[in-house]
C-alpha cells in the first residue's frame, strides 16, 4: 500500500494571522483586532478602556490568559501595533498568493473565513455582501487552479461584539449566531467547498476569545466549551443535510504527552492528562460526554449546566473526520502542571529557538492513538517549524531546517499510512507563505517555504520569496512523498 493517488498535499492559515484589511470591506472588529504584538519576554496583550477611561491591558497568550477587570471594553490604545489589522494582507495578495501554492502543486488550501467579516456584530440578520463575495473569488480562484477549499468556520476571531455584548461563547445566543453564520456560508459555498472545519483547536481556546470579557475561570471555560460542543455539533448536523456530499472536522491541538518516567503515579497522571484533550475528540467524535467527564469537570470544580435536549443535539451532529495539529511532544509527571499544549520539556528532544521539542515519532505515535481509539479517516492541517529565516546578500533565503523538520514529520506520517494502514486524507503544513504567529504576535517566528519581507512592527515591502523549501516541498507533492525516502537533502 502507498499513499493514495487522492492525498490532498497544501497549507494552512488563519484570517487573523493572515488576510488583513480588518476594517476594510464592511468588516467588523474580532478579539483578536485589539490583541498587541509580543515576543518571547513580553506577552501579547489585550488593550482595554475602564469606564473611567482609563486604559488598560491583559494578557492574551492563550496558555495562560488574565481576564479583563469588570466594566472593561476592548479599546484601541495610540502607539500599540496590532498585528491582525494588517497581517501580511492576503486581503489584497490573494491572487498572488493562491498561484503560489499552485506552483508548489498544492491540490487543497486550508484557510478560515473571517466571522465579522459575514457578520460584523454577529447578530445581523442579513450578512455583509462584500465580504461574501470577497471569499467567493477566492474559491474561484482556488478552483481554477485545481486547488480543493478547506475551510475553518471559527479560528478563534469571535466577532468583538459578541465577546463584550454575551461573553461570547459562555452564553448560549452565541450559538445561534454561529449557525446562522455557518448557514450562510453553506448556502453560498458549499457547491464548491467539500471541507469543514468547525473549529480550530478547540481545546486549546481560552480566555478573552472564548470567553469575552468574563471571567475566564474554570467554570465559565468548560460551561463556554459546551457550547462550543452544541455550535458544531448544530452546523455538522444542518451541513449535512444541505450539503450530503460534505465533510465535516473539528480541529484539536495534539501535543503528545508521555509519563515524565514509568513511577506508577507519573504514569496515572498522563492518563488523566490525555483525557483532557480525549474530552473533547470523545464527544465529538461519539456524540456523548465519556464517562470520565464527570471525575474531570469535579477536579477543576466545575458543575455543567445543560438543558434538555443538548444531549441529542451533540448525538447528532459527529465528525466524519479527524483534524488536528501537531508541532511537538511533551511529558508529564505527578508533579507537572498541565496545559493543552505545555507539560514538561523531554530531555531526549531537541528543541526550535522558540523551545517547541521536536518529535517526529509523536506524530506517529498521535495517530495509531487516534485512529485505534475513533476509526475514523485523520487529516494533519497544521504542522511545521516557527524559525528566524534570514535572507542572505543574494536575496535566497536557506531553511534546510525546515526541510529537515518537515521531512521527518513526513516521512513519520507516510509511515502511518503505509505501515500502520491508518487513513490520513491529507496534510496542511501551517503557514506555507509566512504569516504573524499567534502566541507571540511575532513576524520573526516563521512557518512558509514562501518569505513575507515585513517585521514584527509590520514594515516592510510585503514581498513574497520562496525559499529553499519552497522547491523541496514541490518535489515531495510531485512525487507523491515517494521522494520521503531519501534524505532530507538528497
Ligand atoms: C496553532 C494555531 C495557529 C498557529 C500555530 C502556530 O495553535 O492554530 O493559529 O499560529 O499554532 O503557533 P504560533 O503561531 O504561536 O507559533
Given at each position: 500500500m502507498g499513499m493514495p493517488d487522492t492525498f490532498l498535499w497544501g497549507g494552512a492559515t488563519a484570517a487573523f494571522q493572515f488576510e488583513g484589511g480588518w476594517d476594510e470591506g464592511g468588516r467588523g472588529p474580532s478579539t483578536h483586532d485589539f490583541e498587541t504584538d509580543g515576543n518571547q519576554e513580553h506577552p501579547r496583550?489585550?488593550?482595554?478602556?475602564?469606564?473611567?477611561?482609563?486604559?488598560?491591558?491583559?494578557?492574551?497568550?492563550?496558555f495562560n490568559p488574565e481576564s479583563l477587570p469588570d466594566g472593561a471594553e476592548p479599546c484601541l490604545v495610540e502607539g500599540e501595533y496590532y498585528p491582525s489589522h494588517k497581517a501580511v494582507d492576503f486581503y489584497h495578495h490573494w491572487r498572488e498568493d493562491i498561484a503560489l501554492m499552485a506552483g508548489m502543486g498544492c491540490n487543497v488550501y486550508r484557510f478560515s473565513i473571517s466571522w465579522s467579516r459575514i457578520f460584523p456584530t454577529g447578530d445581523e440578520d442579513e450578512p455583509n455582501e462584500e465580504g461574501l463575495a470577497f471569499y467567493a473569488q477566492v474559491i474561484d480562484c482556488l478552483k481554477e487552479h485545481g486547488m480543493e477549499p478547506l475551510i475553518t468556520i471559527h479560528h478563534d476571531d469571535l466577532p468583538v461584539a459578541l465577546a463584550v455584548k454575551y461573553d461570547g461563547w459562555s452564553s448560549r445566543h452565541t450559538i445561534d449566531c454561529y449557525v446562522k453564520y455557518a448557514k450562510t456560508l453553506f448556502e453560498r459555498f458549499g457547491s464548491s467547498c467539500r471541507y469543514w472545519l468547525t473549529f480550530n483547536?478547540?481545546?486549546?481556546?481560552?480566555?478573552?476569545?472564548?470567553?469575552?470579557?468574563?471571567?475566564?475561570?474554570?467554570?465559565?471555560?468548560?460551561?463556554?466549551?459546551?457550547?462550543?460542543f452544541l455550535a458544531s455539533a448544530r452546523a455538522v448536523k444542518l451541513g449535512h443535510e444541505m450539503m450530503p456530499k460534505a465533510q465535516f472536522g473539528a480541529m484539536y491541538a495534539l501535543s503528545e504527552i508521555y509519563p515524565a518516567t514509568c513511577k506508577p503515579e507519573d504514569v496515572f497522571r498522563h492518563m488523566q492528562c490525555r483525557r483532557e484533550s480525549f474530552y473533547f475528540t470523545d464527544t465529538m467524535v461519539r456524540g456523548t460526554y465519556p464517562a470520565y467527564a464527570e471525575?474531570?469537570?469535579?477536579?477543576?470544580g466545575v458543575t455543567l449546566h445543560t438543558e434538555p435536549g443538548d444531549a441529542e443535539i451533540i448525538a447528532q451532529g459527529t465528525l466524519d473526520f479527524i483534524a488536528f495539529s501537531y508541532y511537538r511532544s511533551c511529558t508529564v509527571s505527578a508533579a507537572s502542571k498541565f496545559n493543552v499544549?505545555?507539560?514538561?520539556?523531554?530531555?531526549?528532544?531537541?528543541t526550535t529557538s522558540w523551545g517547541w521539542p521536536i518529535d517526529p515519532t509523536g506524530l506517529r505515535y498521535c495517530m495509531n492513538e487516534l485512529s485505534d481509539r475513533y476509526g475514523k479517516p485523520l487529516f494533519i492541517v497544521e504542522n511545521g517549524m516557527g524559525a528566524a529565516d534570514k535572507v542572505r546578500d543574494d536575496g535566497t533565503i536557506d531553511d534546510s531546517y525546515r526541510i529537515e523538520y518537515l521531512h521527518d514529520h513526513l516521512k513519520a506520517m507516510k509511515d502511518v499510512i503505509e505501515i500502520d494502514h491508518v487513513t490520513c486524507l491529507g496534510y496542511t503544513m501551517w503557514g506555507l507563505i509566512d504569516l504573524v504567529s499567534l502566541s507571540t504576535g511575532e513576524m520573526k517566528k516563521r512557518y512558509g517555504t514562501i518569505y513575507v519581507d515585513m517585521d514584527d512592527k509590520g514594515n516592510g515591502s510585503l514581498k513574497r520569496i520562496p525559499k529553499k523549501s519552497y522547491g523541496w516541498y514541490r518535489h515531495v507533492i510531485e512525487t507523491n512523498g515517494a521522494c520521503l525516502d531519501e534524505k532530507a537533502h538528497a
Open positions: 496583550r489585550v488593550t482595554y478602556r475602564m469606564p473611567d477611561g482609563t486604559v488598560g491591558s491583559a494578557r492574551s497568550h492563550f483547536e478547540i481545546n486549546a481556546v481560552r480566555g478573552f476569545c472564548a470567553c469575552g470579557t468574563h471571567k475566564c475561570d474554570n467554570q465559565t471555560h468548560y460551561q463556554a466549551v459546551h457550547n462550543m471525575d474531570l469537570l469535579s477536579r477543576r499544549v505545555g507539560g514538561d520539556p523531554n530531555p531526549y528532544l531537541p
